[in-house]
């Protein structure tokens, strides 16, 4: 590969890893805007699925066409097809769960209470014996969260509404 083939590859790969953060990023206030123009948490999902989809056909379109080979569907053993579809259904249940919590509670909570999961990660693995929880990485885990409450629940305003909702912070775990 050439110093100018690498350097377009590096380009292109940063600028797509900051489309997609910024996407994500502005999924809660996104989802906000189009459940009070009347969409559903479920229609919400759907419709990103959809663009989703539509997005990566043409991403595999044009890798085809620059003669990139796929993988032939019928030589996937089946218990990674198995573990594909399992993935794709727990994907969709995820995401219909974190959509109908913006709904029910303020974004700032729900992104709050979602954004938990490397705790939820280091308590199971030290529940299994797999981690061990020393006082370094207790506290490399308490700053990293402690980070994370600060940036998201400075999004709550004196102004701004805030909604609390067990279902809803529950979903958002």
Known sequence: MTGSAGERRLLVGSLLVL????????????SRFAYEAGATPLTFVAWRAGIGA????????????????????????????????????????LNLAIFIAFERVSIAVALLCFYTYPAMVAVAAAA???E???????????LAMGGMALVVLGQ?????????????VGLSL
């Open 54 to 93: 539509v997005v990566l056909g043409v991403v595999l379109a044009v890798l085809a066409r620059r003669g990139s080979r796929l993988a032939d569907l019928r030589r996937v053993p089946r218990r990674h097809l198995t573990a594909l579809v399992v993935s794709g259904v727990a994907s969709a249940v």
């Open 19 to 30: 489309i997609a953060a910024a996407a994500f990023g502005t999924l809660g206030p996104v």
């Open 128 to 130: 299994t014996g797999r």
């Open 132 to 142: 061990r929880l020393d006082p370094r990485r207790l506290l490399a885990l308490g």
């Open 156 to 168: 709550v305003g004196p102004g701004g509404a805030f909604r609390l909702d067990l279902l809803g």
